[in-house]
């Protein structure tokens, strides 16, 4: 009987999100995913370019690759993104610090696709273990949210080009924050993503030797999979699926899949952890073992947590306290790279 209940907390909690989205045209747009690109007209041109990205080391690395400058004042950090957007607010990176004391640890946190508020819960909790905690907000979220936006519908959506820059965006932002962590004195640099956020979480864990540990919450290898099954991404779909095919989609989004980057993920000196619910519908949990399964195929096994709980019932009690112990014991080394529980 609790579980029919969570299974309609769940449902009610997908529909209010629901109210704000609105479907868009589908668009190609490979010129804002891959800058050097000219006059792609076809799908086809458009996979060719995602396959020559999967196979470049450079398409998540800053090119400056320079100490970066950051402003910080007052718990907050503020620099600029190294991907230009045309959009002011989203080009202009917030990240919001809960300082630990004496410590030389941080804990980055990606938030949820469109995440309304910060998270001080998560802040708190570990700041309160010892570890500074930076949440940045993603591309057109929060502080970087677009002017009369109802959603981030840019960060996601059936535009492929504007997706993948904006999932490149948020890698490079993130790989900068890391410097200029590192360059502020933390050494023992960990991050943490929630949905889309553990996407964003994965990709710079993949290509970022600096990051020592990486918790994935709720998320999954294709993110064309997610779209193309996920409940909470129906509009972008019913956009898609009149012009493209599923695995069309696969091949035009495969750099932003985790499971491009399994071998990468599955290096010695990276603790994994993986929490599922398996009532999820947004992210469904064949996906995701489908990841965990190819990382074991590389060589590890990542710790999972498998809870009996759906997408947003995560954050109900007891699953979020059980989720903040496992997090924890990962990030004080008490979970080796490659343990399973």
Known sequence: MYHRWLDRWDERRARRGDTVKEQTAFALDAELAFPDSHGVTSLAEFCALADRATLDPTFFADPSQQDPVVDREDGWIRFTSSVSTGCDENDLVWAKVTEAKSSDRALLVFHH??????????????????????????????????????????????????????????????????????????????????????????????????????????????????????????????????????????????????????????????GLQFVFGTRDTVVLPALSQQLVSKLKAAGVTPSMLELNCGHYSLSLPPYAIQVGLTVSRLLSGGQPPGASV
């Open 113 to 270: 696709w469109n995440a309304s508020a910060w998270s001080s819960k998560i802040a708190k909790f570990f700041s309160r273990r010892g570890i500074t905690v930076v949440e940045m907000a993603l591309p057109y979220h929060l502080e970087r949210r677009r002017p009369s936006s109802s959603h981030a519908e840019h960060m996601l959506s059936p535009n492929l080009g504007r997706t993948i820059q904006s999932m490149r965006q948020a890698v490079l932002d993130g790989r900068k924050l890391i410097r200029a962590l590192k360059c502020q004195g933390y050494e023992d640099i960990s991050v943490l993503g929630m949905s889309l956020g553990g996407w964003v979480a994965g990709l710079i864990a993949a290509h970022d030797s600096a990051v020592r540990r990486a918790a994935l919450l709720l998320s999954a290898g294709s993110l064309a999979d997610m779209v193309w099954t996920g409940r909470a991404t129906r509009h972008i779909r019913a956009s898609l699926e009149a012009e493209v095919s599923l695995d069309n989609l696969r091949q035009a989004w495969a750099p932003l899949n985790l499971e491009t980057y399994a071998e990468k993920l599955a290096r010695a000196d990276l």
